[in-house]
T-cell receptor, first 112, second 113 residues
Framework: KQEVTQIPAALSVPEGENLVLNCSFTDSAIYNLQWFRQDPGKGLTSLLLIQSSQREQTSGRLNASLDKSSGRSTLYIAASQPGDSATYLCAVAASGYSTLTFGKGTMLLVSP | EPEVTQTPSHQVTQMGQEVILRCVPISNHLYFYWYRQILGQKVEFLVSFYNNEISEKSEIFDDQFSVERPDGSNFTLKIRSTKLEDSAMYFC???????????FGPGTRLTVT
């Protein structure tokens, strides 16, 4: 059974710092990996999707990497801003149509 | 990004009552998913629905739950007899075109008292 773990559980940084969020998964036979952002009491916003054949994806200040063989992904946030404060979730899919298995998330607080 | 709406945003119900949660994708999609998130816990998969049939379901999705697409657009999740432990955020998701990216609705907060 696939298990997804995210470290750290919470992170507090001052504005402007670059930071890295970590995600690991136990079964490397994934189809893709998706990073989401969740604001308190709200839905999930898709940030980045990495296919299993890719090593990284970039969107603005966000860069996600994938090392499928070691079962790891990182989300790099450059020049963090208070508006980045949210919970970041990592999820993996076993196939293009299958369900997502989620980690518990990293709660990020960026202070001005 | 495909847009998904969910109604109601918040539902309060008494234990034992039936609830119906609705999901409305803005454009036509074939693949739907329901997930839930109990406060402070992981997002968990409930059921996936393709071409008007259940394609996969989790252990959570027992006989108390059902899904249907009654009019070809709305996608509903019904809980027949709610329990206290059904209190959670329920999210509908759709599969986008191409690489399998999933897009989530804003969720329905279900509170069972």
């Amino acid at each position: 059974k696939q298990e997804v773990t995210q470290i750290p559980a919470a992170l507090s940084v001052p504005e402007g710092e670059n930071l890295v969020l970590n995600c690991s998964f136990t079964d490397s036979a994934i189809y893709n990996l998706q990073w989401f952002r969740q604001d308190p009491g709200k839905g999930l916003t898709s940030l980045l999707l990495i296919q299993s054949s890719q090593r990284e994806q970039t969107s603005g200040r966000l860069n996600a990497s994938l090392d499928k063989s070691s079962g790891r992904s990182t989300l790099y946030i450059a020049a963090s801003q208070p508006g980045d404060s949210a919970t970041y979730l990592c999820a993996v899919a076993a196939s293009g149509y299958s369900t997502l298995t989620f980690g518990k998330g990293t709660m990020l607080l960026v202070s001005p | 990004e495909p847009e998904v709406t969910q109604t109601p945003s918040h539902q309060v119900t008494q234990m034992g009552q039936e609830v119906i949660l609705r999901c409305v994708p803005i454009s036509n999609h074939l693949y739907f998913y329901w997930y839930r998130q109990i406060l402070g816990q992981k997002v968990e998969f409930l059921v996936s629905f393709y071409n008007n049939e259940i394609s996969e379901k989790s252990e959570i999705f027992d006989d108390q739950f059902s899904v249907e697409r009654p009019d070809g657009s709305n996608f509903t999740l019904k809980i027949r007899s709610t329990k206290l432990e059904d209190s959670a955020m329920y999210f509908c998701a759709i599969r986008g075109q191409g690489g399998g990216e999933q897009y989530f609705g804003p969720g329905t907060r279900l509170t069972v008292t």
